[in-house]
C-alpha cells in the first residue's frame, strides 16, 4: 500500500507570511502525528489528531495549528511565520496510536525554509 | 516525565561488523511502544523495529534486532553485517500508553567504513 505523503516537499517563504502543510496517511491510519525537526532541538512533537479531533499537543505557541479531515488527511497551518521555524517538518500516521499499536510511519517531511 | 537517552552522538563499524546503538528510557507507564528509525540524510525517517513492553521475545527485523531489558530501561539496537548503506542517523524512541505522540532521543550518527 502507499506509505505517507506529504506536500510540498519544500517550501521557502518570508517571515510574517504563513504556511499550510499536507499529509496524507497511510491508508486504514486514523493518527496523523505532526514532528517539527531543527539541528538545535532535535524532533519535537506538535501536535496529534484522531477521528479529526486534536488528541494530544506538544509546547509550541497558538502560531502553530493543525486540522484532520474525514478521510484522514492532515493539514498543519504556521501563522505570522519567524526565521526559527526553519525546519523540516515531519508528519506521521498509524492505525491507532496506542501502545499496542506497532505501526508508525512517517511521511518524506515539508523542508521549510523562512527568509 | 518521559525521556529517551541516547549517549552515542557518533559510531563507527568497519563493513560487515555488528554494532550496538544504546538507548535507555524513562517512564512510569506500564504500556509503551519503543522504535527504532533511521534518518538517511535526505531527510525521510525510516521505521526500523517496534517493541512493545508486554512483548517478551526481543523483536528482530532482517538485519536488526532489540535488545530489551525491561528491568534496565533499556532498548538497544543491534545492527548486524553493517552494510555502507547504514551510514544514517539513528533515532529511538517512545509511544505512550495512549496517543500517537512518539518521544525521540537525540539520535545516533553511524558511520559505516569500507
Known amino acids: 500500500k502507499a506509505g505517507v505523503t506529504q506536500t510540498p516537499r519544500y517550501l521557502i517563504k518570508t517571515r510574517g507570511q504563513q504556511v499550510t502543510l499536507s499529509c496524507s496517511p497511510i491508508?486504514?491510519?486514523?493518527?496523523v502525528s505532526w514532528y517539527q525537526q531543527t539541528p538545535g532541538q532535535g524532533l519535537q512533537f506538535l501536535f496529534e489528531?484522531?477521528?479529526?479531533?486534536?488528541?494530544n499537543k506538544g509546547n509550541f505557541p497558538g502560531r502553530f495549528s493543525g486540522r484532520q479531515f474525514s478521510n484522514s488527511r492532515s493539514e498543519m497551518n504556521v501563522s505570522t511565520l519567524e526565521l526559527g521555524d526553519s525546519a523540516l517538518y515531519l508528519c506521521?500516521?498509524?492505525?491507532?496510536?496506542?501502545?499496542?499499536?506497532?505501526?508508525?510511519?512517517f511521511g518524506p517531511g515539508t523542508r521549510l525554509t523562512v527568509l | 516525565a518521559q525521556k529517551i537517552t541516547q549517549t552515542q552522538p557518533g559510531m563507527f563499524v568497519q563493513e560487515k561488523e555488528a554494532v550496538t546503538l544504546d538507548c535507555t528510557y524513562d517512564?512510569?507507564?506500564?504500556?509503551?511502544?519503543l522504535f527504532w528509525y533511521k534518518q538517511p540524510s535526505s531527510g525521510e525517517m525510516i521505521f526500523l523495529i517496534y517493541?512493545?513492553?508486554?512483548?517478551?521475545q526481543n523483536a528482530t527485523e532482517g538485519r536488526y534486532s532489540l535488545n530489551f531489558q525491561k528491568a534496565r530501561k533499556s532498548a538497544n539496537l543491534v545492527i548486524s553485517a553493517s552494510q555502507l548503506g547504514d551510514s544514517a542517523m539513528y533515532f529511538c524512541?517512545?509511544?505512550?500508553?495512549?496517543?500517537?505522540?512518539?518521544?525521540f532521543g537525540q539520535g545516533t550518527e553511524l558511520s559505516v567504513k569500507p
Open positions: 506521521a500516521s498509524s492505525l491507532a496510536g496506542h501502545h499496542g499499536d506497532n505501526e508508525q510511519f
Open positions: 491508508s486504514g491510519h486514523r493518527s
Open positions: 489528531y484522531f477521528s479529526e479531533t486534536q488528541r
Open positions: 517512564t512510569s507507564d506500564q504500556s509503551y511502544g
Open positions: 517493541q512493545g513492553s508486554y512483548d517478551e
Open positions: 524512541a517512545m509511544r505512550e500508553a495512549q496517543g500517537g505522540k512518539l518521544i
